[in-house]
C-alpha cells in the first residue's frame, strides 16, 4: 500500500503564492509519475499537473501554465507544486496522486494512488 500525504494548503489573497507537497510512503513502486489534481465546490475532479520519475517530462492543465511548477525531490519520493499569481478560481482541494509507471498521464483513471487532499482557498 501507499501512503501521500498532502501540506502546504491554506488561505492567500489573488496575486499571492503557495507551495503544496505530498510525500510518498509505504510500499512504493519501484518507478513512479505523480500528479496533482483539484476539485472545486461543485465541480468535478481535474487534472492540474503532473511528472514523470525522472522530472524531466511535466503537463500542466491550461488553466495552470506558467503560473505553477511542478518539481520533484531529491529522493523522488516527494513531489511540489509551487503555484503563483494565484485566483479565485483555484480555488479547490488539491490531490496527490501516483502510478506505477515511470510515465506521467494527465488521465485521472491512469492514477492508482491518492492522498486526503490540502485545502487552497483564494481571497479576491
Known amino acids: 500500500q501507499v501512503q501521500l500525504v498532502e501540506s502546504g494548503g491554506g488561505l492567500v489573497q489573488a496575486g499571492g503564492s503557495l507551495r503544496l507537497s505530498c510525500a510518498a510512503s509505504g510500499r512504493t513502486f519501484s518507478t513512479y509519475a505523480m500528479g496533482w489534481f483539484r476539485q472545486a465546490p461543485g465541480k468535478e475532479r481535474e487534472f492540474v499537473a503532473a511528472i514523470n520519475w525522472a522530472g524531466d517530462n511535466t503537463y500542466y492543465a491550461d488553466s495552470v501554465k506558467s503560473r505553477f511548477t511542478i518539481s520533484r525531490g531529491g529522493a523522488k519520493n516527494t513531489v511540489y507544486l509551487q503555484m503563483n499569481s494565484l485566483k479565485p478560481e483555484d480555488t479547490a482541494v488539491y490531490y496527490c496522486?501516483?502510478?506505477?509507471?515511470?510515465?506521467?498521464?494527465?488521465?485521472?483513471?491512469?492514477?492508482?494512488?491518492w492522498g486526503q487532499g490540502t485545502q487552497v482557498t483564494v481571497s479576491s
Open positions: 496522486a501516483t502510478r506505477g509507471f515511470p510515465r506521467a498521464t494527465m488521465l485521472e483513471h491512469e492514477y492508482e494512488y
